[in-house]
């Protein structure tokens, strides 16, 4: 992609253009001044969840802090904005609100995919999957390795030829560690805090209790009766829950929807859509959406895609309706209730940030 900085000129006929069509065109760069962060004019999303897009949020020189696909994002405890990508020259990048870089390290994951961000008693740990290199990493917030989680034939629950690539993973209420093997084999795999295995369950299948695609997992605390999974199996259009020790429970259908992982703010639930089914219900690439579920795991929002609509209690088809994402895969809700949207497959683009609508 060329580095190019536009002319005054452009800028303001660029942002017009952009203002009257309502896209952001797959390539472009703005760069602009943090302070005055340039929105586009349309509203993206439905009801309380309505949001506008910051043009070049992120956008850092390529030659210097490099991405290609911006996998993840989680915010730290001190308002920071941590990202991977797998670009192996710095596989973490970390952001203040304003789209500032802060910091990069790290060159020992270059297919990091998955970001789990643990606050154990007040002190931070993160989570990273490499689906390629078949690992999951414990590491301090600069990078500083603490345990790795390999190939589960060394531990016998997987025959040395299955394939093991871990895409996400959730940190139970005791510490235990939830592997989703998401381009794998749709294991979920459930270690102790140290690393040893304890179960696993789920597996490749359209039965209730299985997987097509576990692409993320997160624990679910909202449900005053205990903590349950939530998991993705993204071809299913479908988030399913588990309770912490493997048993199924019931599923979350959103039609139309590829979602990535499920991430939970407050009583809502947040997903990056990777796919939108378009052109005759297939999965349709170069689309995407932005999700958000309340409490009552209802659809209330759909920045840039359809609205939600419900007909006798049933979800209907979404699809993409605005193209300005390309392959949202993950969303990072900062304590403004902004959002940040990590995308795949996007031409090597930087997060856009949503800012909240009154």
Known sequence: MDDHRWSRRDFVRRSAILAGTSLIAPGFRFYVNRSRPKLSDQILGHGDFRYRAEIGWGDLDPARTPVNNCHEMVMDSRGRLIM???????????????????????????????????????????????????????????????????????????????????????????????????????????????????????????????????????????????????????????????????????TVFLPGAYVCRPVIDGENVYSGVCWSRLRYLNQTPNSGFVTILDGKNRVVSNPAGTAPEYRDGELQLMVQEVPIFKHCHDVCVDDEKNLYVCQWNADKTYPIKLHRVA
């Open 84 to 250: 991977v990508t797998d670009e192996p020259r710095n596989n973490v990048i970390v952001y203040d609100k304003g789209g500032k870089l802060l910091e990069r390290w790290g060159t020992e994951f270059p297919g990091a995919h998955g970001l789990t961000l643990w606050n154990a008693g007040g002190e931070e740990f993160l989570f990273i999957t490499d689906p390629p290199g078949g690992k999951v990493a414990k590491t301090t917030l600069d990078g500083r390795i603490l345990l790795t989680i390999e190939h589960p034939s060394r531990i016998g629950e997987y025959a040395e030829e299955d394939r093991f690539q871990p895409t996400e993973t959730a940190i139970g209420p005791n510490g235990d560690i939830y592997v989703a093997d998401g381009y794998g084999s749709h294991w979920i795999l459930q270690y102790d805090q140290n690393g040893e295995f304890i179960r696993k369950f789920g597996g490749r299948g359209d039965a209730d209790d299985q997987f097509q695609t576990p692409h993320g997992i997160t624990v679910d605390y909202r449900d005053p009766s205990g903590p349950r999974l939530l998991i993705t199996s993204r071809a299913h259009n479908s988030f399913k829950y588990f309770t912490l020790d493997g048993q199924y429970l019931s």
